[in-house]
């Protein structure tokens, strides 16, 4: 799944010939990374004033406001109610125009299919979501997620701009018979939702990505990690996930299924895991492997906040499998947190609640098991942004097209 | 260290706001990446056309006859030897000045000091090494290093230019009583070897990295990974180490201390490891693991260099050694195919005979443990540069310099 991602990555790295642009085509090039730079920090930080622009971009005040005008004028921004400066000037304040411009983001997760409008600025506009029927693959998913969509358009007026449609697919399915299988995005899911949401004739780009790196990097733009460059995002639902950012940059790795931190194999005596192999990080600290410790089904619906909320109240099976799992968390992040040495460590979905309750043990394991140089620094925080973090997530994916060539999607939509 | 590999990566990355650069320098920036481009084309790929250039950059043949003469103005490049183009034209070859222009490289291993003078285009022009004395630190050793690059310094031309110096340190040192310690770069060695290397007023620029970061780097411009761009080298020495690379970057992590993978813990029930934890991959597939295993000393010098050999004779226990060192080699490389999924594992420093004599059992525990998608692709590949690969790799450090700005160097120097 590279390609679709690939809009998040600047090209190059040292040892590839960087492609150089050629001198006619240079003003204009500097011109596009101006604007995507102001759009990028109102989108990001929300309303601004061109005197605080012109101090974090690093440019002068009348291409700020140069800048400004042409964004409001493609109907980006609007600039209004102007401050004073410290130095007694009014000061127009440049603001997202989030009501009018969204990204239409989609997620499918083990269990819900989510759809919502995601106006510029990361503002949710619209949500909703239904419970994904067992057996149904993602590609199955599309008519229905299509079918949320459709409800949310009645509310869009009529001059808004979609910039684009991106979808979370979580790696992890549940067949019919309960049983999890590993999936993830794939180009036939693509052509699915382009068909689904295009105008019949032409499909719309669309862009995918595995949940757990999307909701990294919405936990990195505007989330728990909003100040890290290098994090680990741990997602769990009936499976562990993680999305990796790397100097600000989600590391998808070759084929697209870099963080499948799920299956390394972290107890070779352990119980088989659906994938295969044996004693995977996942048969210790998944959803499953705390109810089973709890004693209680592992098929329960909302069971694991259930074993929480028991283990809070003191029922002596319910705590000792928190810890046994919080225990199991800090031994996989030990490991990660040697290899790829990150600031920060983020727990998302279902393993927040469990970062929280054991926060303690997952810490002392960590301290126990990893080099010092590495474990020292690193902050473990528990995801900020909720279950939205998906579809925030799959919105900057979309954004981050927007903010690549500002006025060419803003006039051309 | 991120700070002295930072010349390696483009900065920026998508949620972060980009420099925008000013208008007023722009055709400069551009004419300096055009010169940057090019002279990195014959740096790798080595002497080429005027006309392959042409091609290869995606500039017209104007431009590249005026960016080769500026770079062979500034002794970089000669330009000479014309071939005949298919359209029958004479087309001058654009030719690195690999004896003139130079990069001093040194690198500090367990055992060993190396210090080497690397020309433009990766030729190493001159070689030296010395034992490294056990209990001595990588600041001790400065002084041998500059007393093997003062050796070297008798038969290099009045006008070459040195481009820069940079060092590879290895993470693990040996201490007097034999034990093996963990360190790595740290600011005070670079301050050392820019007193020791400088005209004693002010000190060169050092760059100083990871060996084994350092080694993939090399591997990855110009050894066995030169086509892919998305690699785990995998480094053993009295310890072993990982450089990664995701999209021809390296991955240095937050403190420079990525690619700790050596201790990851893979047999919770393993021995006691040196750095305080217990059941670390280093534990099971080190030097010493190996050595132990067959019933040797741990300490035998070239103790894995005569383990292979009688495992190639059929000796039993050498024979029962590789294979369980193969086997759990497996065991971690599936771990970090899962994690980073990545084109191509590496296997350098000790670990590439032990890999060539374990193969099949490393590539049996793979695919047993890893998800199909992630390792069916992957390759598996022996290191190509041999012991000068973190020579090479450092020169490649302060070749990267040269390369961001050729003429500003190739003037300055």
Redesign the interface.
């Known amino acids: 799944m590279r390609p679709p991602l690939s809009?998040?990555?600047?090209t190059?790295?040292?040892?590839?010939?960087?492609?150089?642009?050629?001198?006619g085509a240079?003003?204009e090039e500097?011109r596009r990374?101006?604007l995507?730079?102001l759009l990028?920090?109102v989108h990001?930080h929300g309303p601004t004033s061109r005197a605080e622009l012109t101090a974090?971009?690093?440019?002068n005040r009348s291409?700020i406001g140069a800048l400004a005008a042409d964004l409001a004028a493609a109907g980006l921004v609007t600039e209004g109610a102007p401050v004073t400066t410290r130095r007694g000037r009014p000061s127009l304040v440049v603001t997202p125009r989030s009501s009018r411009v969204y990204a239409q983001a989609l997620s499918i997760e083990p269990d819900k299919l989510r759809a919502a409008r995601i106006g510029l600025g990361g503002r949710v506009l619209d949500l909703r979501d239904t419970p994904r029927p067992a057996g149904t693959s993602a590609v199955d998913a599309v008519g229905t997620l299509a079918a949320l969509a459709h409800e949310m358009d009645r509310d869009v007026a009529a001059d808004s701009i979609r910039v684009g449609i991106a979808v979370a697919v979580t790696d992890t399915t549940r067949d019919r018979d309960g049983r999890v299988r590993?999936g993830?995005p794939d180009e036939r899911l693509r052509a699915a939702i382009g068909a689904a949401f295009g105008d019949g004739r032409t499909g719309p780009t669309v862009l995918a990505g595995d949940l757990a790196d999307i909701a990294a990097?919405a936990e990195?733009?505007r989330g728990a990690a909003a100040d890290v460059?290098?994090l680990i995002y741990l997602h769990g639902s009936s499976g562990v996930s993680?999305g990796?950012i790397?100097?600000?940059?989600?590391?998808?790795?070759?084929?697209?299924?870099?963080?499948?931190?799920g299956?390394?194999?972290?107890?070779?005596?352990g119980l088989p895991c659906e994938?295969g192999?044996r004693g995977c990080w996942e048969t210790e600290i998944g959803e499953a492997a705390l109810l089973r410790h709890a004693g209680r089904d592992p098929g329960t619906p909302d069971g694991v906040s259930e074993v929480l909320r028991a283990a809070a109240d003191g029922e002596p099976a319910a705590t000792a499998a928190v810890e046994r799992v919080a225990d199991w968390l800090g031994?996989g992040v030990?490991?990660?947190v040697?290899?790829?040495?990150?600031?920060a460590v983020v727990f998302g979905g279902s393993l927040r609640e469990v970062y929280l309750a054991g926060a303690d043990v997952v810490r002392r394991r960590l301290d126990?098991?990893?080099?010092p140089?590495?474990r020292e620094?690193?902050q473990l925080l528990p995801a900020a942004l909720g279950p939205d973090a998906a579809l925030i997530g799959a919105a900057?994916l979309a954004f981050?097209h927007l903010?690549a060539d500002p006025l060419h999607i803003g006039t051309a939509a």
């Open positions: 809009a998040l990555h600047r190059g790295g040292t040892p590839a010939v960087p492609a150089p642009p050629t001198s240079s003003q500097i990374q101006n995507g730079a990028r920090h990001v974090r971009l690093g440019l291409t590993i993830g990097l990195h733009v460059d290098d993680a990796i790397i100097e600000g940059r989600l590391v998808v790795g070759h084929g697209g299924r870099s963080g499948k931190v299956h390394m194999v972290v107890n070779p005596d994938c192999s031994f030990a490991n990660l040697n290899v790829v040495n990150p600031d126990e098991l990893a080099l140089a590495s620094h690193v900057e981050a903010l």
